[in-house]
């Protein structure tokens, strides 16, 4: 009986630590869901400025017209798989790769500058115009390319992008020096071929693989200061032997107006180049310069046959008028002379009359505003006058002497009556 009693104390006991086993379980449990209710992250999300850029990006090259735009401007980038686009990081996520290759983008390609996190760029085998946009501080860039476009312009610096390995820049419409790359060291593929650039270039960078790198055809000269490093790395005897030496012509303008584009061109010995000049709203082409020689025919200056690199400068001047004031009898007008104003400008003129005189009437083929004796002329947009008369002011009349004597007279006899009045009163 008592061993019957001890083992059923024994099971039962047995049965509660099973069940005090199983309750600090499910309290573990259910603490370790908690703990991860509130350590799980949130979304991970693109900053706004980096999702701005690249919808900057869109609207420029004409997203609604590429070949495949899947989810872009749907959501965030990283979250809602923007086509092409590749992130890092969380819980803020950063654009890191943009491939675009291919996909028809068009117009010009804005700044990757706010996407700081980049380290692979492909917009290669697209229709994109203008010049390439900076690259300045992007230090995570790896590769980058834009081979087969219409970019114009200079080449971008590269020399601060450390640890860039592949650039293909060929196939496109550049012109100008190739840039220093002779310190980058991590350069291994370095691809300009196709274009129009023009002088020596620059030592080849030490990481440059062998049969990697093109450099012709182009408007390149030869010798450059490592022509047996650059023969290696474009897999060449001789690097330049598919290039044809040529000659920068650059145009620059002063304040005032604009060279339409391109303002550089690149050209074979012997032939000539013609740049547009564009005036602003209400300015002249005033002087054209530079080294080139040339002659200005209407707005567009046409240079001499180029045998060097030469350079093309032009001023404008602003568009003047001539206001000329005038004053009639009885006053004058400050200024006085003739005046030069530039066109679209205003100029203030004040009327002063002589003593005994005001102002008329204030005239002007200039259009313009009167507050009191002062006249605002314009805005001026021909030559035009500004005309002021005078009026005589009233003036009282002086008696003469007899009319004097009356008066005199009559105040004596005033007085004299008043006198007796006034000695009748007392009597």
């Not at 005036?279 to 707005?299: E, F, K, R, S």
């Not at 002589?354 to 102002?359: F, H």
Request: net charge negative; glycine share 10%; hydrophobic share 40%.
């Amino acid at each position: 009986m008592q061993y019957a009693l001890a083992h059923s104390m024994d099971i039962e006991l047995t049965r509660e630590g099973v069940l005090m086993t199983r309750f600090r379980w499910l309290i573990a449990a259910l603490a370790a869901i908690s703990l991860a209710s509130f350590t799980v992250p949130a979304s991970a999300t693109v900053p706004p400025v980096e999702r701005a850029a690249l919808v900057e990006i869109y609207n420029s090259t004409g997203g609604p017209a590429w070949t495949n735009s899947n989810n872009w401007l749907t959501g965030d980038p990283c979250e809602d798989a923007w086509l092409g686009v590749v992130c890092v990081g969380g819980p803020e996520h950063h654009v890191s790769e943009l491939h675009l290759s291919n996909n028809a983008l068009t117009g010009t390609l804005t700044s990757f500058t706010a996407l700081t996190s980049l380290q692979r760029v492909n917009v290669s085998y697209n229709s994109l115009t203008g010049p390439m946009p900076s690259l300045t501080g992007l230090t995570a860039l790896v590769g980058f390319w834009a081979n087969d476009n219409q970019f114009t312009g200079y080449l971008p610096e590269l020399s601060g992008l450390t640890s860039l390995e592949f650039f293909y820049a060929s196939a496109n419409q550049f012109v100008g020096p190739i840039p220093d790359i002779s310190g980058m060291t991590s350069l291994k593929d370095f691809r300009v071929s196709t274009n129009k650039l023009t002088g020596i270039p620059p030592a080849a960078p030490t990481g440059l693989i062998p049969g990697g790198s093109s450099l012709c055809p182009n408007y390149l000269h030869a010798p450059s200061p490592t022509d047996t490093e650059w023969s290696t790395a474009t897999s060449e005897l001789d690097w330049s032997r598919w290039c044809t030496p040529g000659f920068l012509a650059a145009a620059s303008a002063g304040t005032g107006g604009s060279i339409d584009a391109p303002a550089a061109v690149a050209l074979l010995a012997g032939e000539t180049a013609s740049f547009t000049l564009v005036p602003d709203a209400n300015y002249l082409i005033d002087t054209t310069g530079g080294t080139c020689g040339g002659t200005l025919t209407g707005n567009v200056f046409t240079t001499d046959p180029v045998q060097q690199d030469c350079t093309v400068t032009v001023t404008f001047r602003a568009v003047t008028y001539l206001v000329t004031p005038s004053a009639g009898p009885g006053g004058s007008i400050t200024p006085p002379t003739p005046q030069s104003v530039t066109a679209g400008e205003t100029m203030v003129f004040t009327a002063m009359p002589n003593i005994s005189y005001a102002v008329d009437t204030l005239l002007s083929t200039c259009g313009g505003s009167r507050v009191g004796n002062q006249f605002t002329a314009g805005p001026v947009t021909a030559d035009c006058t500004v005309t002021v008369t005078f009026k005589a002011l009233p003036v009282m009349p002086v008696p003469s002497l007899g009319e004097w004597a009356l008066l005199l007279t009559g105040l004596l006899a005033a007085g004299l009556g008043a006198l007796r009045l006034r000695k009748r009163a007392t009597a």
